[in-house]
């Protein structure tokens, strides 16, 4: 009945509206009496409002006069009623339409009615009366009327008696009341209708008060109101939808956007009157004028169009755009024109700000800005170069907020109009009322530093704006052009192959310029789809199909893990002095390799990173069982370990992506259970998987072959390769040879460690343009811990892993499968760990305590292993791993997500690929040192425990081969199992220590909140750029 929702307005169908008892109707039925009650000696009561509008006329019935006198009357006291009419204005000298006396019924006495009675002074009517139903009904017309009673009192609750007048609100809930219980007693039975009617009183006391008309009405109304918001919502760009498409600073630097002021207060150089400058079109020098006659309008000649290749004559030739003859001669004739690109040089002319100054400190008089806007100015030639012409901003939903022309500072004159490009015709700018400075307190009302800036080209009209702000999603950058680097789509070519339709015209009007530029991101985004994706490789991994992501995460934990045999294997070659070779060989590779994984699987994608690895980890593992020779098997090692890096780095990367933070450890730990069960990887079935379902796609990932192998960071892997290797070749060739520290092929692989070490930081920190290592990321406290954490724990954890066996096989003389059974319980505690972290991370959203807990636990396992003899029992020998894997598995689960909550999500990868990199150079440089350690202890003890002729061929035989020591005769068996026992003591003396130096770095690690959605998650990490302080658990603790 009402046009607005908080004003009450007059009724539009006051004249012809039929409702019953309606407060506006003029043609509701007079009451009828019965002639008994008409007595000519009683006066007639006062009738309600509506009565009035209706009164009965006397007998003789009421003339056409009164009839028009009568509705004039009417009309004005529903004026007056709403608010519509003046109440202080003189009242009408007309008599009919005067407010007055209201004729009593039969020459009764009549009754004055005041011009100043409001909706609240009318009586309450209270509950509505139930029609009396036509023929016979499952249910009482007096239980029903109790229910509408009910319903009523319900409605008159809910309807808030400061916003809605009294009478208002009664004539609502009487009208829903009715409507209400209708509709129940419509669809239920005799057995069904009371709770029915109960289950739609519950239903009503958990709505909100009505704040306004469009909150009233009944179950239906606002179910059906809730939908329609629901699909308005559809159609509508949020900030958390396109919040993780708005580009990094360092992007936006590449794409020349100012991303920070300029110095110098600036606006001292106006305009270039009088200086020599280049022109912009054809490149001769030219004198800036402000008047120019019709030589200086005609010295410019020049091709307005682009050159681009077309096949005339059957071969390719290169043309302008705008003439399609080969050398075609210039087709335009204008003035010169020059431009500025330098911000400096613009700061000169109109000074910048950063958006964080549009609006005063103190602006609650602003209404709130929006979220999302795009972007569109237009640009002339003046002799300040080229300025600002008309800016047109638009609302997500595609309303104007600002259309303006510009006008320029006194002094300034117009070179050309551009009108071409600009749509800027003669007298366009006589109408411009703002300049620059007003343009941008006009943009202060509705735009903050947070507002979300779309279009396309958008660093062209922050610079024409003088405005410094780096929340933009730029068309141009999400949609990076086949050529690679700063190229770019034209919006035109941009518009035709991304909305299938075609472009713009040369002469398009500039609303049509901004539709382009906000649909050409919008029906993208709004598709759920990534810009740089193909119609079937959606962008946004949280919304693909329930089958299809458990198909993915099936893929990806199809872990990879090494058979616990090393003692014997490298045995049988006669190599046991390089056993460790076996561990170190593989983990350098994927120590190398890991963090390239980590930015590969954001330049060339998920599914390709994750191939590749597939493919490396199966070729490698193929060599191994195939191979005659140790040599031949380390080379098959080194091979698996470039594919097994990439396999759990891009795994834990693609589970991030589908897995909101905070279920994120669940997951993890999912994947750590086929890690520590050790089983071998269905690597083709996991091939499949990958290639059929990991189709997805990421912002600023590559498109084409050029970009791709441009972005790789090929300088820092090998530096970082060279560095490693150098360290595994000084410890092994150190252990292998019995080499005295002094010896050159120990001490200058060292230095050679020591110094690509430091060119492999330098490269990161000022070379490379995307490093394998961000060391901005090492910078922060949890990237920094999170990464000692993982490099120390790793140590300890391998040094166990690989040296724990070997207890069992020498001292006590098991076999290889009876040695490598004592890593079962290893793996059963790691899962449950891992199993334990996640739960706890989920179900609490803390992890600050029980990354500490878990980094005491693998200590108390290492003094267990010090106190190691061949006479420990079995619950010693079986049980004293447990806590070291159980600590493990929880360790590397929960500082895993610490990190990935302390940086951006574009930075997601990039920091799990860095986590695995400290974690398998900690596994390397564990295992090496751990056996560089044992082979000196081992070495030094036999040397002291067997002496006399033919001992050092006894000696060498027993590094060599460690089975041999079963041949030996038995005071020499117990000579070399002592020796390897104290050896072993020595490794797990070492573990200890780097164990405790774990602990110390758990505790400066901070805590954040974990979202539990992916919505929570931007809000959070948005939040967190600004104002937000994480939780410091150092602090609480």
Known sequence: MFPTARLFGLCPDWSTCRVP??????????????????????????????????????????????????????QERVKQLVGLSDPTSAPSTSPASRPGPVAATNGGASRASSSKVTLDDLPNAGPPRLPMPKGTAHTPTVTRQKMVNALYNQFLEIYTPGILPSSLRQQLASQHSLAQEEHLFSRATKATYRNSVISALARLKKRPPARSLDDTGTLEDEAARVAKLAEEEKGRLTRARVARFVHAKDRLREFDYVVELPPGPGGDALTEKGNPRNCDRCKKEFVVRSELDEDDRQACHYHFGRMVTEKIGGTK?????????VAAAPCQVGPHVFKDEDPAVLHSRVPFISSSKLRPPASSDLPPAVDIVALDCEMIYTTSGMSLARVTVLSSSGSVLLDEHVRHPPGVAVLDLNTRFSGVQEGDLDKAVLDVPGVRRALAQF???????????????????????????????????????????????????????????????????????????????????????ADDEPEDPTKLPTRKRNAILVAVWLGVFVATLISDVSSSFKRSNQAGLLGTSYLLSTATFTPLYGRLADIIG??????????LFTSGTALCGLAPSMVSLLVGRLIAGMGGGGLMAVSSIVASDLIPLKQRALFQGLANLWFGAGQLPILFIAAILVFRNLRYRIPGQGKSKREMIRRIDYLGSLTLVLSLGSLLFSLSYKNDRNLPWSSPFVWVPLITFVVFGFAFVSV???????????????????????????????????????????????VKGNTASGAGAHLLPNSVALSAGSLFAGFIIRRTGRYYWLIVASSVLPLISLVSFVFLTEKSGWVHSWLAILPSGFGFGSFITATLIALIASVDRADMATATGLTYLFRYVGQVVGVASSASLLQSVLTSELSQRIRGPGSAEIIDKIRHVATSIRSLPPVLQLAARESYRLALRAVFLLGLGVGFACFLTSLPLKEYALPGSFAEEEESRRQRSGTATPRDGAEEA
């Open 21 to 74: 008892n309606c407060l506006f109707s003029s043609h509701a039925p007079p009451r009828s009496r019965p002639p008994s009650a008409q007595s000519a000696s009683a006066p007639a009561p006062a009738p309600t409002v509506p009565q009035k509008r209706a009164a009965a006329s006397p007998a003789g019935g009421v003339t056409a006069a009164k009839k028009a006198a009568r509705a004039e009357q009417t």
């Open 317 to 325: 030739q290169r043309v302008y755009s705008c003439c399609p003859a």
């Open 447 to 533: 735009v903050d530093q947070d507002t979300i800036f779309v279009g396309h080209g958008v660093e062209n009209d922050l610079k024409a704006l003088r405005l410094v702000h780096d929340k933009v999603i730029d068309t141009a950058i999400l949609f990076p052009h086949p050529a690679g680097g700063t190229v770019r789509h034209s919006l035109r070519n941009l518009a035709k192959d991304v909305l299938r339709k075609v472009g713009l015209s040369p002469y398009c009007s500039l609303p049509q310029a901004l539709t382009t530029d906000l649909a050409s991101a919008r029906s993208p985004l709004l598709a759920d789809r990534a810009p740089v994706a």
């Open 606 to 615: 998920r599914r390709t990173a994750l191939l590749i690895a597939l493919t």
């Open 764 to 810: 990161e920190a000022f070379w490379s343009a995307e490093p394998v290592m961000p060391l901005r990321i090492l910078r922060e406290r949890n990237g920094l811990f999170v990464a000692l954490g993982n490099f120390t724990t790793s140590f300890v954890s391998f040094s166990i892993l690989y040296f724990y066996p070997q207890f069992f096989e020498i």
